[in-house]
Nanobody, 113 residues
Framework: QVQLVESGGGLVQPGGSLRLSCAASGSIFSINGMGWYRQSPGKERELVAAITSGGSTNYADSVKGRFTISRVNAKNTLQMNSLKPEDTAVYYC?????????WGQGTQVTVSS
């Protein structure tokens, strides 16, 4: 069993920064990649950022230049700068192995003045 624990969400003013962290534990034999998705009310869950086992990264167009994903072993961090109200959502960490995808419980990010 694999568990993902997220931290770092909260309330921030527009233009501010937050850092989300995700720590994986359990029976992890190999990690293909880790990433972050987000979902706001009435919308589908969407990819925010992802990083492969080789360190390649992929970002949603809406966050390029503002968000940075990094990873060390089974922990990844999403640095979010220049936050906008439209970044408000529940952010979910995910981990991909060869055969499975795992999800965290989600952490709320609210960008509001």
């Amino acid at each position: 069993q694999v568990q993902l624990v997220e931290s770092g969400g909260g309330l921030v003013q527009p233009g501010g920064s937050l850092r989300l962290s995700c720590a994986a534990s359990g029976s992890i034999f190999s990690i293909n990649g880790m990433g972050w998705y987000r979902q706001s009310p009435g919308k589908e869950r969407e990819l925010v950022a992802a990083i492969t086992s080789g360190g390649s990264t992929n970002y949603a167009d809406s966050v390029k230049g503002r968000f940075t994903i990094s990873r060390v072993n089974a922990k990844n961090t999403l640095q979010m700068n220049s936050l906008k109200p439209e970044d408000t959502a529940v952010y979910y960490c995910n981990l991909d192995t060869l055969n499975n995808r795992y999800w965290g419980q989600g952490t709320q990010v609210t960008v509001s003045s």
